[in-house]
């Protein structure tokens, strides 16, 4: 069945430098893939998203690049703030109409000042 | 306009009691998704509903747990006989439509603890 694979952590940076939250998947078909974020004491948002091979999803200085050849679809930021600082979800919805979601464990990010 | 509501915010239960949690999805949204998050687990997907039907169920981890939805808008989340393992965030989200592509959004969640 599908499935993806996240970078465990917790990951610590110290502001300003350069984040990669490594995310991989199993799937069948040309799933959609999706970064979703939880900030500290709210809800699950959406980052960013991608859907389709070799497209580029981008928001709030994040970035990720959908792979299929690597399966991969990994989080990018040239500098982080400590407003970053928060639980990070790399996800999948497979080609089905349902849209449901296949979660990976998330990545916990700590950016200190 | 108004989000995704959740009710209640977080319930306290004794083992062995019955519990439901309650979705109000954004106006006009088709599609409603529960999810639980669980520290053991992760974010797991729980059932599907398109309208008042729910194509996929596929999630629900016993009989013990079931959903519905009326008028195609609010959805209960009931769970039955509750055990300890049921504790755990449980997420409600809609979205416009279904499809693989549209975007998800979530409620703030329902804490639920079984003492």
């Known amino acids: 069945g599908n499935s993806v694979t996240q970078m465990e952590g917790p990951v610590t940076l110290s502001e300003e430098a350069f984040l990669t939250i490594n995310c991989t998947y199993t799937a069948t078909g040309y799933p959609s893939l999706f970064w979703y974020v939880q900030y500290p004491g709210e809800g699950l948002q959406l980052l960013l998203k991608a859907t389709k091979a070799d497209d580029k999803g981008s928001n709030k200085g994040f970035e990720a690049t959908y792979r299929k050849e690597t399966t991969s679809f990994h989080l990018e930021k040239g500098s982080v703030q400590v407003s970053d600082s928060a639980v990070y979800f790399c996800a999948l919805s497979g080609s089905s109409n349902t849209g449901k979601l296949i979660f990976g464990q998330g990545t916990t990010l700590q950016v200190k000042p | 306009g108004a989000g995704v509501s959740q009710s209640p915010s977080n319930k306290v239960t004794e083992k062995g009691k019955d519990v439901e949690l309650r979705c109000d999805p954004i106006?006009?949204?088709?599609?409603l998704y529960w999810y639980r998050q669980s520290l053991g687990q992760g974010l797991e997907f729980l059932i599907y509903f398109q309208g008042n039907s729910a194509p996929d169920k596929s999630g629900l981890p016993s009989d013990r747990f079931s959903a519905e939805r009326t008028g195609g808008s609010v959805s209960t989340l009931t769970i039955q006989r509750t055990q300890q393992e049921d504790s755990a965030v449980y997420l409600c989200?809609?979205?416009?439509?279904?499809?693989?592509?549209?975007?998800?959004?979530f409620g703030p969640g329902t804490r639920l603890t079984v003492t």
């Open positions: 106006s006009g949204h088709t599609a």
């Open positions: 989200a809609s979205r416009p439509r279904a499809g693989a592509s549209y975007e998800q959004y």
